[in-house]
């Protein structure tokens, strides 16, 4: 399996995912 | 001078230091990476020589500025950020990110740039090792840059879209 961080887009889809969970973990905190 | 006025100060120097900060980060990840890997032998001792460690230079020193006057434009709710107690929780998410980042900056991506760049002996093996590390950890902060960068925002523009 290749490491998404080896591409300049896995990278970026990696953050957005990221973002989405930790947006839900946040939302459901406040 | 007013609080508040201190604050906007505060702001600003955490906004310029942190467009310093994630631009040399987006330009290592977007530009450097791929220009290195192109370049001849030649053009990278240069580029090895003058330009990476002034990049570096710059990219360090912002990122330890920007977190500075972040902490600073918290203030007397730096505690209630970073345990992510109420509203807090959306710029204390900002917050524990970009310290993992300034963390990832000087731990890892620091030491490990100053072996591949010859500023401390190491072998062409652990240079190689290195780099792959400094590489992984830089890519790691473009992934945290992404979410940062919301819930920065969202902490003064976007709460709106939070559940509260």
Redesign the interface.
């Given at each position: 399996m290749t490491n998404p961080l080896d591409s300049i887009w896995g990278t970026i889809i990696s953050g957005f995912v990221l973002t989405a969970v930790l947006y839900a973990f946040i939302d459901a905190l406040v | 001078m007013e609080g508040s006025t201190i604050a906007l100060f505060f702001r600003w120097g955490h906004l310029l230091a942190g467009i310093v900060w994630i631009g040399l980060l987006y330009y290592f990840?977007?530009v450097q990476v791929?220009f290195l890997k192109a370049v001849s032998a030649e053009g990278k001792t240069e580029a090895f020589k003058h330009l990476v460690p002034r990049a570096l230079n710059w990219f360090r020193w912002a990122a330890l500025a920007t977190w500075l006057f972040g902490a600073a434009l918290l203030g007397a709710h730096f505690g209630d950020a970073f345990m992510?107690k109420?509203?807090y929780?959306?710029i204390g998410?900002g917050a524990w990110?970009g310290t993992i980042m300034l963390l990832n900056v000087w731990g890892i991506i620091w030491p490990n740039q100053k072996r591949v760049l010859g500023l401390v002996p190491a072998s062409a093996d652990e240079k190689k090792i290195c780099a792959r590390r400094a590489f992984?950890a830089s890519?790691?902060n473009?992934?945290?840059?992404?979410?940062m960068l919301?819930?920065m925002a969202a902490s003064t523009h976007g709460i709106a879209?939070?559940?509260?």
């Open positions: - | 990840n977007f791929p992510l109420g509203q929780a959306i998410m990110l992984l890519r790691t473009t992934v945290l840059s992404i979410p919301l819930f879209l939070f559940n509260q």
